[in-house]
Nanobody, 124 residues
């Protein structure tokens, strides 16, 4: 199945923490770049994290460096995004995504061709 399913979004206070999870179909998990992006209405989507398949390298957006962390569970084809010290500016819909996308619209412009429905994170 072509499937990316996110969970873990919630409403939290400033300074709080959340862990988002994404369970992926094996074809994505084993073969594609995977990552997270977030989107706020009226704003461009923002790449939060990407792990590249070819060399295993990872990158975080400057806006979340030092606050967000990545982990994964290979047996269950699941990736996690640990978010600490959350700020109001982190409020967004967070999407898990996989590579091989090209285009001008979000998230194709980030190189992702597949993505989940998203999970809402609200920080106040």
């Amino acid at each position: 199945h072509v499937q990316l399913v996110e969970s873990g979004g919630d409403s939290v206070q400033t300074g709080g923490s959340l862990t988002l999870s994404c369970t992926a179909s094996r074809r994505f998990y084993d073969n594609f770049d995977m990552g997270w992006y977030r989107q706020v209405p009226g704003k461009e989507c923002e790449l939060i994290f990407r792990k590249r398949r070819r060399d295993g390298s990872t990158e975080f957006a400057d806006s979340v460096k030092g606050r967000f962390a990545f982990s994964q569970d290979n047996a269950n084809a699941t990736i996690y995004l640990r978010m600490d010290s959350l700020k109001e500016e982190d409020t967004a819909v967070y999407h898990c995504a996989a590579s091989r996308g090209t285009g001008s619209s979000c998230p194709l412009n980030l190189g992702f061709g597949f993505w989940g429905q998203g999970t809402q994170v609200t920080v106040s």
